[in-house]
């Protein structure tokens, strides 16, 4: 008969080839696949994201729980069929724990069977159209939803005695979820919509458009398009003389970016928008990000530089939390609730959907130090997604 000694000697050595490819797997890194448009006409998002992350990893390190985190950055240029195509060859390929960054809302609708097929979470760090987290379980969003600056302008424009408004929107996905939001809460609280206008994202002149805005004269105009052509309808609202006309210009904090505010000129100041976020927020944790950024990056951060940065903190946190286990479902699990200060102010990951709750402020743009900025002139505390469910 053998003897204990040896049988637990012969247990342990079958045992050891079990054992192996755990022991490895805890070993091999942790890799993010980061798909952002570098290039095309969103390229701005991804520089901006990009530049948040490597801020993140080089202040809180490229291991989390012994386990060096790998980020593999991918060019989608804002093509969904191209977000769709990087993300499967991540999951398959590269064998990525986590998806994040998605620039717009068709890219990250267009990668949630992907991540529901292979029970892989995908941090959406940009696209805010209301809805997208409920395309899949292991969707989670540390960026915005249009609904909560829409609905937030909307509630200021009543306080402050504007009943007679137009709103003027791109017309694609987001800027229908703005103008739809906006429209129903000033219906509900009494005002008026008297007109509707929506811009075509292609090579928009906003002459025309405004020219109806001026002829429907209305208390202020609403206005929601991305980033990028903001500049353009600053000078051309000043132009077509809407200023003079006693019309306020509102809207969503897109139309004055940090990014881009730089090039408005005097034609931006006092442009009121409610956002989620805005460089000149007066809190010392965003002084220090705001240094930072500027010292590594050479360029302000704006909202996409600060979705990107807490959708690192989000996996970093889930992954201590699991110990180092990539699990799907466990660092879903791990996302879900998470609360904390971040460079806008306080947030949370809502553990029941998985979408992001936040403070909303209405900013006006004053020229400080010889630079325009954002000033947050009012908070509205902890703003859901109104359509979130």
Request: hydrophobic content about 40%; charged content about 20%; aromatic content about 6%.
């Amino acid at each position: 008969m053998p003897s204990k000694r040896h049988v637990l000697t012969l247990v342990t050595a079958l045992a050891l080839p079990l054992l192996a490819p755990a022991a490895l797997a805890q070993g091999e890194p942790v890799k993010i696949g980061l798909i952002l448009p570098m290039t095309g006409p969103f390229a701005s998002t991804g520089r901006q994201i990009e530049a948040a992350v490597k801020l993140y990893m080089a202040q809180n390190g490229t291991t989390v729980a012994g386990r060096k985190v790998e980020v593999i950055l991918k060019d989608d240029a804002g093509t969904p069929d191209q977000t769709r195509r990087l993300a499967q060859e991540l999951v398959v390929n590269d064998k990525v724990a986590v998806l994040a960054g998605f620039g717009i809302t068709p890219a990250a609708l267009a990668v949630g069977p992907v991540a529901t097929q292979a029970k892989v979470p995908a941090v959406i760090m940009a696209a805010a159209t209301s809805g997208i987290v409920a395309g899949s379980p292991y969707f989670v969003r540390t960026s915005y939803t249009l609904p909560q600056t829409s609905v937030t302008m909307a509630e200021w424009a009543n306080k402050n005695n504007m009943k007679k408004l137009v709103t003027m929107v791109s017309d694609y996905g987001p800027g229908i979820d703005a103008e739809k939001s906006f429209k129903e809460r000033v219906l509900l609280n009494g005002g008026q919509v008297i007109g509707e206008i929506r811009i075509p994202m292609r090579n928009p002149d906003f002459a025309p458009f405004l020219q109806r805005v001026r002829d429907l004269q209305p208390d202020a105009v609403f206005v929601f398009i991305p980033s990028g052509p903001a500049a353009s309808l600053m000078k051309q609202f000043s132009e077509r003389g809407l200023d003079k006309a006693n019309i306020k210009l509102i809207g969503d904090g897109g139309v004055t970016d940090d990014d881009t505010l730089g090039e408005m000129g005097d034609a931006a100041l006092g442009t009121v928008t409610s956002f989620h976020y805005s460089a000149a927020h007066d809190s010392p944790l965003n002084k220090k990000f705001v240094e930072a950024f500027q010292a590594q990056a050479k360029f302000r951060p704006n909202f996409m530089a600060v979705g990107g940065y807490d959708g690192m903190r989000v996996i970093y946190k889930a992954l201590e939390s699991t110990k180092g286990k990539t699990d799907g479902d466990a660092l879903i699990a791990a996302m879900k609730g998470q609360t904390f200060e971040s460079p806008r102010g306080p947030i949370t990951v809502d553990a029941q959907t998985r979408d992001i709750v936040q403070n909303v402020y209405i900013r006006r743009v004053e020229r400080k130090g010889g630079q325009l900025w954002n000033t947050e002139i009012e908070t509205f505390p902890n703003v859901k997604d109104p359509r979130a469910k």
